[in-house]
């Protein structure tokens, strides 16, 4: 069936470090791919989305291209700060109320 | 700030009660969703309204029901509570197809 499938948390990292975190899916049609950020006591914050293949999304200095070949939508950023300390969820849509998300990947950031 | 509304943002009660959730969508947003949020931060959905009408059921239980009143804002009914109830209760608009979902800050339940 549909889902996405993201690589599991948590992920450590110091600042300034290369950040990927790794989101594929499996879909019938041709979805939308969003990646929502969740600060802690906060809600899902839509992060970035790509509408179609080839798409780059990006917002903050994160980016992630929806590449329809292999499937995935990798979340990618150059240098990481300490405030970039969340939970990233991939997520995908189509048909409207197909709505799925990934099972969340912690962030930590060490200054 | 999302523009979804959702209150409580905290609830304490005891096992066997009953409580509403209320979330206000956002401005122009026909569709209502309602994920529940556990500890180990997986997010659930449990349930999606649109302009009035059920459109989606996901891993709702029988004890949990949902609505969506005229000026589009929804309630999510939880009765019979357990203590596995406790969780994180996120509500979320859209407003057409494909588009991303925008989500409140949530009801945090307790279940005592």
């Known amino acids: 069936g549909d889902s996405v499938t993201q690589m599991e948390g948590p992920v450590t990292l110091s600042e300034e470090a290369f950040l990927t975190i790794n989101c594929t899916y499996t879909a019938t049609g041709y979805p939308s791919l969003f990646w929502y950020v969740q600060y802690p006591g906060e809600g899902l914050q839509l992060l970035l989305k790509a509408t179609k293949a080839d798409d780059k999304g990006s917002n903050k200095g994160f980016e992630a291209t929806y590449r329809k070949e292999t499937t995935s939508f990798h979340l990618e950023k150059g240098s990481v700060q300490v405030s970039d300390s969340a939970v990233y969820f991939c997520?995908?849509?189509?048909?409207?109320?197909?709505?799925?998300f990934g099972s969340g990947t912690k962030l930590n950031v060490k200054p | 700030d999302s523009g979804v509304t959702q209150t409580p943002k905290h609830l304490i009660t005891a096992t066997g009660q009953r409580v509403t959730l209320r979330c206000s969508p956002r401005?122009?947003?026909?569709?209502v969703y309602w994920y529940q949020q556990s500890l180990d931060q997986g997010l659930q959905f449990l349930i999606q309204?649109?302009?009035?009408?059920?459109?989606a059921k996901g891993n709702i239980l029988e004890r949990f029901s949902a609505q969506q009143f005229p000026d589009l804002h929804s309630e999510l009914n939880l009765s019979s509570l357990e203590l596995g109830d406790s969780a994180l209760y996120f509500c979320a608009s859209a407003k057409a197809s494909n588009s991303p979902l925008h989500f409140g800050n949530g009801t945090r339940l307790t279940v005592t």
């Open positions: 401005s122009g947003d026909l569709s």
């Open positions: 997520a995908l849509i189509y048909n409207f109320n197909k709505f799925y």
């Open positions: 309204y649109y302009n009035g009408e059920e459109r």
